[in-house]
């Protein structure tokens, strides 16, 4: 019975995990119908500003170093919303209503994202940053008279092209002339890790005779938080009440004065904050490195798909039930905690009782609800044709 | 020029067959094979998704799948100190300590059984994943969804299954035999790559009867409008099933001829990158077109062979960049862009080529010439 408590336990952080990267997910797809490959990838984002936060808080002494990680939750919400915002404004915005091709460019954006993250120098962000000045300076001030001719877009394309060429002569001039510490990746492809502050390591007490680790009751307690936030922020806040008005029917709301432009970014930034808070949290677990993302993304799309999208509710109960299964199927413990089975059912128990055999049986489980009910747990009501 | 258009596949086809073997050293030769072989996955990727409008998310199944027939063939077959262990199986059973083949290998000790379970275990396997998903009308990016999950219950499950399939290390077939010949050597992969290139006008071929005539229309209409079909009395499932399933057993033949000429097949066929890799190259090279899926993954495997050899840090930048670039700027890929008037129109934007008036088939339509004549008032 503990052991089932215990793997209980362990489902239900398993599960809070999967739910922290899932609700931005949800909001993401929920709302806008933007499939965001790159999720996983803003995750990686906000688990290296947690890194970055807790290196800013070493030098400040024991004391306020515990303090670090709030700061650091903050913190990643708000730069991974930003990188948010920033792709929707430059990228997600051309491609509304054409959710195979978000699927391909995020694909993109996320790749970028990672080789970012593993080669980023010095040398490279100065780069980056005489590609953009230029770039941006030279279409700007280009004469009205050019700018008007047809082939205006073709000729920025050129120039920012230039630019970018510019960009790598001055990244390889800066690394030839050879300055270690200046040409050194800031994290390079290595995992990091992040100490997690005392308060947060150890038990918090204990139920019935098993441990409560508090790294895992901070995540579940986090995420329920998170989840109420949401929950709060789509219901009862007026941007909620634009964003939903904006899912229903975007043309009607633009006629009635809503911003739909700003309604699209908030909603991109928000779900892209909400991927940066998990990020954080799963710095909590383990070392993280650039391909962190990789490893959630396909379960949050089935958390998603399996709860039926759009739907806060079913995103909670299908991450739950996976974690469940998860730690359940995978640790083998059913064997434990029932020796006396079946032969049968004791071999089918243990061919899944490894990781990765039991993401096969619950891919299996997922296709085949989905044969019972396609469109998830809770499907949205309408009237479609598509539905 | 009509003919001269027709001919121009079929000469640079000629030219890769007999001219490339002799201009180019064994290890480029080697690799071109290669890009020919994804071209054919290519060629199946595109039969679904630029005809169907379905984007499956889990070609790299089907591609393993075949891989890992042929492979298997090769090294029950193959008696040689490299492969064989002292039970007479493939050396890594004995590392896991099994002596009995697993039952479903058995076909495998033949030639000829191989070379059809090649295509039709793929093909089968599509088959049933796409009736269970299409029966359900499951489509759109649900679809995608769902086949990238499927790609990850094949990955986990082979990652997992040492006993059986070697797991992560995969089979390797560089130094198995095939025709009496080791199949990593320069005379076994020159074969490779010519039966590559005599397959590859196949597939080609195949897609080409598919597309053209009443099924292919049939494709076109569940891409453009699935709902619309159904109205007018087609059930959609069979026809997607069918197309779904060739695209299955194409990818099923490219992964075999991949895993020859590459010598290894692994579990990281079955990744989520690949397969999504594999659908850029036919949005490269130009969806719903049949050529641009062989131009597209041709040139961006050759594209990342130069840069990964130069800079392999730059690689991922552009992949990601290229993923971006087609999709905002250059939907119809680079085929359909000299063919669909991209590049005229921007030819005539740099005042090199005339700018057409009006749409240039209105322009020699006799009916819409003759108009102005008849309707301008006296």
Redesign the interface.
């Known amino acids: 019975m503990e052991l089932v408590f215990s793997q209980l336990l362990d489902g239900v952080s398993i599960g809070s995990v999967l739910l922290l990267a899932a609700t931005g997910l949800a909001i993401v797809f929920g709302l806008m119908g933007v499939?965001n490959l790159a999720h996983g990838e803003l995750m990686m984002v906000g688990a290296y500003v947690t890194y970055v936060v807790q290196n800013l808080f070493k030098p400040l002494g024991e004391g306020l170093f515990q303090l670090y990680y709030p700061v650091a939750l903050v913190a990643a919400f708000f730069v991974t919303a930003v990188v948010g915002v920033f792709l929707e404004k430059t990228?997600i915005r051309?491609?509304y209503g054409r959710?195979?091709?978000t699927?391909?460019?995020t694909?993109?954006?996320?790749?970028?994202l990672?080789?970012?993250v593993?080669?980023v120098s010095t040398p490279m962000v100065l780069g980056i940053g005489v590609t953009v000045i230029l770039g941006i300076l030279v279409n700007r001030y280009l004469p009205k008279k050019i700018k008007s001719?047809?082939?205006a877009?073709?000729l920025a394309g050129l120039i920012w092209t230039a630019s970018a060429l510019l960009g790598i002569v001055t990244i390889s001039a800066i690394t030839g002339i050879g300055n270690r510490a200046l040409n050194k990746p800031w994290f390079g492809p290595r995992n990091i890790d992040v100490t997690a502050p005392k308060w947060l390591q150890g038990s918090w007490g204990s139920i019935a005779g098993i441990e409560l680790p508090g790294i895992r009751i901070f995540i579940i307690i986090l995420s329920a938080l998170l989840l109420l936030g949401v929950a709060w922020f789509l219901t009862k806040s007026v941007w909620g009440l634009r964003i939903r008005a904006v899912t229903q029917n975007r043309q009607m709301s633009n006629c009635l004065g809503i911003p739909t432009d700003s309604v699209d970014s908030i909603t991109f930034g928000v779900g892209s904050g909400l991927a940066g808070v998990a990020g954080a949290a799963i710095t909590l677990l383990g070392s993280v490195g650039p391909n962190l993302g990789?490893a959630y993304?396909?379960s949050c799309?089935?958390v998603i798909?399996l709860g039926g999208v759009g739907n806060l509710v079913g995103t909670v109960i299908a991450s739950m039930m996976l974690g469940i299964i998860q730690s359940i199927i995978g640790s083998g413990s059913l064997l434990i905690a029932f020796p006396d089975m079946p032969k049968v059912a004791a071999a089918v128990v243990e061919f899944f009782a490894?990781t990765?055999?039991s993401?096969?049986l619950i891919?299996?489980f997922?296709?085949g609800f989905?044969?019972f009910k396609?469109t998830g747990m809770f499907p949205q009501k309408g009237r479609s044709?598509?539905a | 020029m009509k003919l001269f258009r027709k001919l121009v596949p079929w000469i640079l086809l000629a030219f890769a067959f007999f001219v490339l073997p002799e201009i180019l050293s064994q290890f480029r030769l080697n690799l071109f094979g290669r890009y020919f072989s994804l071209a054919i996955v290519a060629l199946g990727i595109d039969l679904i998704w630029g005809y169907t409008g379905l984007?499956s998310l889990g070609q790299g199944i089907f591609f393993a799948l075949g891989g890992y027939a042929i492979a298997m063939h090769l090294l029950l077959v193959t008696k040689n100190d490299f492969t064989t262990g002292a039970n007479g199986l493939p050396k890594f059973f004995e590392n896991y300590g099994v002596d009995n083949l697993p039952f479903f290998w058995e076909p495998f000790w033949s030639f000829p059984v191989t070379l059809i379970a090649i295509w039709i275990i793929p093909a089968v396997v599509a088959g049933l994943v796409g009736y269970?998903i299409f029966?359900?009308?499951?489509k759109?990016?649900?679809f995608?969804?769902?086949t990238?999950?499927?790609l990850?219950?094949f990955y986990?499950?082979f990652?997992?299954q040492q006993k059986l399939v070697n797991g992560t290390n995969g089979l390797k077939t560089s130094t198995t035999e095939l025709f009496g010949m080791i199949v990593g050597s320069d005379d076994a992969q020159l074969l490779l790559y010519r039966v590559t290139l005599i397959i590859l006008p196949f597939a080609y071929l195949l897609c080409k009867f598919l597309t053209s005539g009443r099924f292919g229309d049939a494709l076109i209409g569940i891409r453009d409008d699935e709902?619309r079909v159904r109205f007018t009395g087609f059930n959609p499932v069979p026809f997607k099933v069918i197309v779904f399933l060739v695209a299955g057993g194409l990818a099923g033949i490219s992964g075999a001829l991949y895993t020859v000429q590459s010598g290894i097949v692994s579990p990281q066929y079955m990744a989520?990158?690949m397969s999504?890799e594999m659908?850029?190259w036919v949005?490269v090279g130009g969806r719903g077109t049949l050529i641009g899926p062989i131009i597209g993954a041709v040139l961006v495997n050759y594209l990342r062979s130069l840069v990964s050899e130069a800079l392999p840090?730059a690689w991922?930048?552009v992949?990601?960049?290229?993923?971006?670039f087609?999709?905002?700027l250059m939907?119809d890929g680079i085929y359909g862009w000299l063919t669909k008037g991209g590049a005229a129109s921007?030819l005539?934007?740099?005042?090199i080529a005339k700018r057409a008036k009006t749409y240039p088939s209105l322009d020699l339509d006799e009916q819409v010439n003759l108009e102005p004549k008849t309707i301008t008032p006296k």
């Open positions: 499939i990228l051309k491609l959710p195979l091709e699927l391909l460019a694909w993109g954006v996320s790749l970028i990672i080789q970012f593993r080669s001719r047809p082939f877009p073709y990789a993304i396909v799309f089935m798909v490894t990765s055999m993401y096969v891919f299996i997922i296709i989905l044969q396609p044709v598509e | 984007l269970l029966r359900n009308r499951i759109g990016v649900y995608s969804i769902i990238q999950a499927s990850m219950v986990h499950f990652n997992g709902a989520i990158s999504i659908v850029i949005a840090e991922l930048f992949q990601g960049g290229l993923f971006i087609v999709v905002v939907p921007m005539s934007a740099f005042g």
